[in-house]
């Protein structure tokens, strides 16, 4: 009897886990296919020519949930606006939003979360936050300048980092027409972030 109570507590425990996994795997899924969706809109697309021709979709790491953390946030006070150096050469101007530190693989990391000035501007981008980083991936499975995340601003003192959700910006498809920011010295992982969009090097750039 005492076997069977045991089961008929763990099962619907194991039900609602599955449930979160599920809800947590669709939203990666929804974020790759709107990505493609973008590039494949001629309207929104960064590609141009025969690279536009030629796409037919992203290659994605395997969805991986360890790459989904929830992280410490420690948010910046009384933060200044700086330039952050762009691809072509330019300056963009942002200000630090905050420290994001978690653990991945039981070792700890930290990367910084920023607000682009011009975002900030408009009302639909009020709440946005711009996670630039690099990581060991990058030159081999993924765009050598690193990659980015787009966030919005939590309740609370935690933020949730999905990797899987990490996309190259748009000068890894096309330099001529794009100046994106340069990952922050800061924000460099000394590990490998095997998730979120990979890159095949076929890009005139």
Not at 28 to 38: M, S, T
Not at 62 to 90: M, W
Not at 156 to 176: E, H, M, R
Request: net charge positive; aromatic share 16%; charged share 30%.
């Amino acid at each position: 009897m005492k076997r069977y109570f045991l089961l008929f507590l763990v099962l619907p425990l194991f039900a609602f886990s599955q449930k979160a996994v599920t809800k947590e795997t669709a939203e990666i899924k929804k974020f790759q296919k709107d990505l493609n969706a973008e590039y494949l809109n001629p309207k929104e697309t960064p590609l141009r020519g025969d690279n536009f021709k030629n796409f037919k979709k992203h290659p994605f790491f395997p969805i991986d949930l360890k790459y989904r953390v929830t992280a410490k946030l420690i948010k910046t006070e009384n933060a200044e606006p700086f330039e952050i150096p762009t691809s072509s050469g330019k300056t963009k101007q942002y200000r630090e939003y905050g420290k994001a530190n978690f653990e991945l693989d039981g070792k700890p990391y930290s990367l910084t979360l920023y607000q682009s000035l011009d975002l900030m501007k408009q009302e639909k981008y009020k709440d946005y936050l711009f996670l630039p980083f690099r990581d060991l991936t990058n030159e081999k499975e993924t765009y050598g300048g690193g990659k980015y995340m787009d966030l919005k601003i939590s309740k609370g003192d935690t933020i949730v980092l999905d990797f899987n959700q990490s996309y190259q910006p748009y000068c890894a498809y096309n330099a001529y027409d794009y100046n994106c920011p340069i990952v922050p010295e800061e924000n460099k992982l000394p590990v490998e972030i095997r998730a979120g969009v990979m890159y095949n090097d076929i890009y005139h750039h």
